[in-house]
């Protein structure tokens, strides 16, 4: 679940097209509910992408034990 949401707020901030509102709005007319808020689309995708780097990096310091085995392998 983690993984789907980091994915669609990172394809929100980084794309001009993702039909979020599909198919209530054309795929064409569809906004991104969150760049605007962000300050737009540099701001929000620097923002997302330093967020998901310290989320990655405190999970790696917290879980450093036989960390690539679990990421690569799972577990």
């Not at 605007?36 to 999970?59: D, K």
């Not at 790696?60 to 577990?75: C, D």
């Amino acid at each position: 679940m983690l993984g789907v949401l980091s994915h669609v707020l990172l394809d929100v901030t980084n794309h001009d097209y993702n039909p979020v509102f599909w198919p209530f709005l054309s795929m064409s007319d569809t906004p991104s509910p969150i760049t605007p808020l962000l300050g737009g689309a540099l701001t929000a995708s620097i923002l997302v992408h330093s967020v998901m780097t310290l989320l990655f990096v405190a999970l790696f310091v917290h879980r450093r034990e036989n960390f690539w085995e679990r990421v690569l392998v799972g577990g």
